[in-house]
């Protein structure tokens, strides 16, 4: 049986080839990658994999069995690449999809969310054996802006006191990880997120425990938080994306509850503590 992993070289890729190679051969995973030169390093076969060229991607599916489709990168192009990848594993004869979602796709207010409704759809209407998995907000895109805010000398966003219950992105990777080597999986919708939430206060309350300096949290207008963004040299369309996605971690959009990652994983997921010290 092989895996196929699409973005394999990517952020959330890159672990899942990791965890992967720990449950099964090196041999039965491929590595689907723009570039297979760079996937070198994963250890297993790459094929070339580009989303948006539609009429290769059948044949480079051939021979695989499971596929983890993680979303790709390219927000605004996702429902067009993803829908090519499905269509391409129905003619490969793919036996099961494992789709890579937004925690509560079908509910949630951030712009995200509809190309992800958009791919369930498209894979419901095809027909193949596909699971789902919601993930929630990776602690990283959250701490990725810690030496920012050391040296601006405060946390700032759009989330008010909304509650994340992130994880690191090591727990999704090893959960997906897990579910796609297990066929008891097949079919089922997991809203996936971190055991603990927090506050964007509690986070900067938290670096700053760790950092022995006081760094507050700056709860700023949606425009405000984008504008500095901007600043900082992120793309306009971006910035005010990522602002965006604050305002509807204010509404809870990124609050779960429920600790089905952790119940996948058979452990608790990452504490905020541990991935603030790592990203120290």
Excluded: C
Excluded at 84 to 101: C, D, F, L, M, R
Excluded at 252 to 268: A, E, T
């Amino acid at each position: 049986m092989k895996i196929g992993v699409t973005g394999a070289t990517g952020q959330l890729g890159n672990f899942v080839v990791a965890e992967l190679k720990k449950r099964v051969a090196s041999e039965d995973i491929v590595a689907l990658v723009r570039t297979p030169e760079k996937a070198a390093e994963l250890g297993v076969e790459a094929r070339e994999f580009n989303y948006d060229k539609s009429a290769t991607l059948t044949e480079s599916l051939k021979g695989i069995d499971h596929l983890l489709l993680i979303s790709g990168s390219e927000v605004g192009k996702r429902k067009e690449q993803h829908t090519n990848v499905i269509n391409a594993a129905k003619e490969a004869g793919i036996q099961w999809i494992v789709y890579t979602s937004l925690l509560h796709a079908d509910q949630s207010s951030l712009s995200l969310a509809e190309e992800h409704l958009a791919t369930e759809a498209a894979l419901k209407e095809s027909g193949l054996t596909h699971t789902i998995l919601r993930n929630g907000w990776y602690t990283e895109n959250y701490t990725g802006s810690i030496a920012g805010a050391l040296q601006a000398g405060a946390f700032v966003g759009s989330a008010g006191e909304g509650k994340v219950s992130s994880a690191a992105r090591i727990d999704f990777a090893e959960a997906a990880a897990i579910v796609i080597t297990d066929t008891s999986y097949k079919g089922k919708v997991f809203e996936l997120a971190g055991d603990e939430y927090y506050t964007l206060s509690d986070l900067a309350a938290e670096i700053s425990k760790q950092t022995g300096k006081d760094i507050p949290y700056n709860n700023l207008p949606e425009k405000d938080y984008a504008e500095i963004l901007k600043s900082v040299g992120l793309p306009e369309g971006l910035a005010y994306a990522i602002a965006g996605w604050d305002v509807g971690a204010s509404k809870d959009d990124l609050y779960d509850d429920s600790k089905q990652l952790s119940k996948i994983l058979g452990r608790k997921t990452t504490p905020l503590s541990e991935s603030v010290k790592a990203a120290l």
